[in-house]
């Protein structure tokens, strides 16, 4: 049986942590790139979403503020890439989700997205945290590759100090040893301990950071692995990013999910998460 937890509603059909609904998809490309390409690219995710019953996010990062390079692609900042949102969240007709790097991004942010991130190399900056809670928009953690799962719940109370108790905590993986990540599975109950909702990452969990020189690695073909593990340890969303040629993607394309595998995916997931949640 798993652990009630808060649920976190942003409306009737997208609930974190309803036991009676399907596990929620977090997902899209790593970073706003041409925005027709973006577009059709949440489009198909959102048809399969429809498709197979899974209640749908989707996220894409306006500026990659620690990228491995200088040289490396940052997308297209904040003023254009929350125009850009603002028109995904328009024409897909589904939430969104993007992160924040600096406290003075939070309010404007808030102003057209349904869930502010916070970074996992961030998660311990308090001031990020606070201006994050203060917009009383949801606010997902990703917990830090330095963190143990326990440490999350200094972090949680630093947002709920704000008054904010709409948060959301993701698990990404913990750093082991040099340009290489691994995914310890009691992490999920212990932070779904806090009493808030757990995501996982599956795409980011399956990185090297680093391991390219100026680039990181990955290893996509473990994305579906970590996410079946995952979902049988009962977390209630699931955080994938996803591209239709992750080969030429401008960021993080060696761990993103190739758009047409991503239905394959889904629906084993979906088989797991009805078993585990006896429906």
């Given at each position: 049986?798993?652990?009630?937890?808060?649920?976190?509603?942003?409306?009737?059909?997208?609930?974190?942590?309803?036991?009676?609904?399907?596990?929620?998809?977090?997902?899209?490309?790593?970073?706003?790139?041409?925005?027709?390409?973006?577009?059709?690219?949440g489009a198909k995710i959102k048809e399969i979403t429809t498709r197979l019953g899974i209640p749908y996010i989707f996220k894409a990062s306006y500026d990659k503020a620690n990228r491995s390079s200088i040289n490396s692609f940052r997308g297209p900042g904040l003023t254009e890439g929350l125009a850009r949102l603002a028109q995904l969240k328009e024409e897909l007709a589904v939430p969104v989700l993007t992160d924040i790097h600096q406290s003075e991004q939070a309010a404007v942010v808030a102003e057209v997205v349904d869930i502010i991130q916070v970074p996992a190399f961030l998660s311990r900056q308090t001031d990020l945290l606070l201006a994050a809670g203060k917009t009383g928009k949801i606010v997902n953690i990703k917990k830090g590759q330095f963190l143990a799962p326990h440490d999350i719940q200094k972090v949680v109370e630093k947002v709920e100090s704000t008054g904010n108790k709409r948060i959301l905590l993701t698990e990404r993986g913990v750093s082991f040893g040099y340009n290489n990540l691994v995914v310890d599975m009691r992490s999920l109950p212990i932070m779904r301990n806090t009493g808030y909702p757990v995501v996982f990452d599956a795409t980011h969990s399956v990185q090297l950071p680093g391991a390219g020189g100026d680039r990181s690695g990955g290893e996509r073909e473990f994305v579906p692995t970590l996410t079946r593990a995952a979902l049988?340890?009962?977390?209630?969303?699931?955080?994938?990013?996803?591209?239709?040629?992750?080969?030429?993607?401008?960021?993080?394309?060696?761990?993103?999910?190739?758009?047409?595998?991503?239905?394959?995916?889904?629906?084993?997931?979906?088989?797991i998460d009805q078993i585990v949640k006896g429906r």
């Open positions: 049986m798993l652990k009630m937890v808060r649920k976190v509603r942003i409306n009737k059909q997208i609930v974190f942590g309803e036991q009676q609904q399907p596990f929620v998809l977090i997902a899209g490309p790593c970073v706003l790139e041409d925005q027709e390409r973006v577009l059709k690219i049988g340890a009962g977390v209630d969303a699931v955080f994938i990013e996803v591209h239709d040629n992750p080969d030429q993607a401008l960021s993080d394309g060696p761990n993103m999910v190739q758009l047409d595998q991503l239905e394959r995916l889904l629906k084993l997931a979906l088989n």
